[in-house]
């Protein structure tokens, strides 16, 4: 396993993380996974043994059962990990049961903390834009966690350019706590954060964590253009996130050639393209079986070739789009030709 800082910070985490989505199974989690303690104790176990340091949940996940669940299969382990969670989802029928105004955030976490069995969040992440607060007053709230030790840093999940870098601005000005990491969907289906979201984060150094890095199980190789997946499968019940089939299969057949030139799958062709990208820090697994967890920390190991690389960049290449192409364009005569 190789780890990579978070950001600009010195903590350092595993270049996979488990994602603990798939516990629990209540409500509308229930197409995600429906993993129980056992489950939870032996996939977490085996991530511990593969060396992983980093862990993902948040508080709406099958209502607060994923938390319960992760902070009793690291149990004595805690100490020896990063463990990450969320706050904004709905924990409630109650009119502020939801959102990042300083009553929820307070509630919110003082119950994670009492479900994941921990006196610290290692990373608090908003989970996602609240446009009903004050973006100052959300900021001043976390910051205030961070001065009280039950949180150590802060990430976000699911924010718009804009939204991000105005976070990042009233942080420096206010002297709070700034976002460290953002949380994003990502794939080599999907790779529309690289328009405005990946030159931020590399210019403001912010640390990027992939979520559903297989788009939702559709780049597990079980979706073909002659064949919709096996029957019972995650994306027959939750079709998300949305997929640009054509594109989507016209990578998906790259990938199997290299796939098999290899000697792996197709999942973990698609996970290993992510970790080969600069501006990756970690890539999240969300395994429903100990089969597919195994395949998916492979991923860590297997080295594409730069041909390999190249043909997986062309077929997946978002279309030029202004101003990008002409950001390009004038950049181009700013640096001398190098040898």
Known sequence: ????????????????????MTFGGEGFWKNIGQQG???????????????????????????????????????????????????????????NEVGLSRYHIFEAVHAS???????????????????????????????????????RYLGASNLAAWQLMKALGLSDSKHLSRFESLQAYYSIAGRDLERELVPLMKDQQVGLMVWSPLAGGFLSGKYRRDSQGPEGSRRAAFDFPPVDR???YNAIDVMDGIAKEQGATVARVALAWLLHQPHVT????????????????AAAELRLTPKQLEQLDAVSRLPAEYPGWMLERQGADRFPPTR
Request: aromatic share 6%.
């Open 282 to 297: 970690t890539v999240i697994l969300g395994a429903r079986t100990a089969a597919q967890l195994e395949d998916n920390l």
């Open 113 to 151: 903390l009492q479900r994941l069995g921990t006196d610290h969040i290692d990373l608090l992440q908003i989970h996602g834009y609240d446009a009903a607060t004050p973006l100052d007053e959300t900021l001043r709230a976390l910051d205030d966690l961070v001065r009280q030790g039950k949180v």
């Open 1 to 20: 396993m190789h780890y990579r800082p978070l950001g600009r910070t010195g903590l350092f985490v595993s270049e996979l993380c488990f994602g603990a």
């Open 37 to 95: 303690q056992a489950e939870a104790d032996a996939l977490v176990g085996r991530c511990l043994d593969a060396g992983i340091n980093f862990f993902d949940t948040a508080n709406v996940y099958s209502n607060g059962q994923s938390e319960t669940l992760l902070g009793k299969a690291l149990a004595a382990k805690r100490s020896q990990v990063v463990l990450a969670t969320k706050v904004r989802g709905r924990m409630g029928p109650g009119l």
């Open 246 to 248: 054509e594109r989507a």
